[in-house]
């Protein structure tokens, strides 16, 4: 699995656009999930991309484990067998969540999260 930021992917495979890395890497990998800030994210597989929406922040307040809390919340999809769409939808919930507060720790289980914005039914 690789995460990384479109910049990142660009950088990594030395194209000029983020289409020719999204290919470089497909295959290289399993899964690449690439965050795209505020236009939200792509999750690439073998054969499939997936393209995630920015789930809404209340507000931006620090950005400093965004990234983290990305990968968070799509490995806790992915370790419960959830298909990588919802994957998607975790991890941009753990990311809003880390921004809307100063800190790199959340504040509100991602489980609790889930269950009341994305209809999931998790154990908190």
């Known amino acids: 699995i690789v995460f990384a930021n479109e910049h990142e992917l660009i950088a990594l495979y030395q194209t000029k656009t983020l289409d020719e ?7 290289k990998c399993d899964i690449a999930a690439i965050t795209q800030g505020a236009s939200g994210s792509l999750i690439v ?3 499939q991309t997936f393209k995630v929406a920015c789930h809404p922040a209340p507000s931006v307040e ?3 484990g965004a990234g983290d809390q990305y990968a968070a919340g ?3 999809g992915l ?4 298909d990588l769409p919802t994957c998607g939808k975790l991890a941009s919930l753990a990311a809003a969540e880390v921004i809307s507060h100063i ?3 959340p504040q509100t289980s991602l489980a609790a999260l889930a269950n009341t914005q ?3 039914k ?3």
């Open 21 to 27: 890395a999204v290919e470089a890497v497909r295959g």
């Open 45 to 47: 597989s073998h054969d």
């Open 62 to 64: 620090d950005s400093t």
């Open 74 to 76: 799509f490995l806790f």
């Open 79 to 82: 370790a419960r067998g959830m």
């Open 103 to 105: 800190g790199p720790r």
């Open 118 to 120: 994305l209809n999931l």
């Open 122 to 124: 998790l154990a908190a």
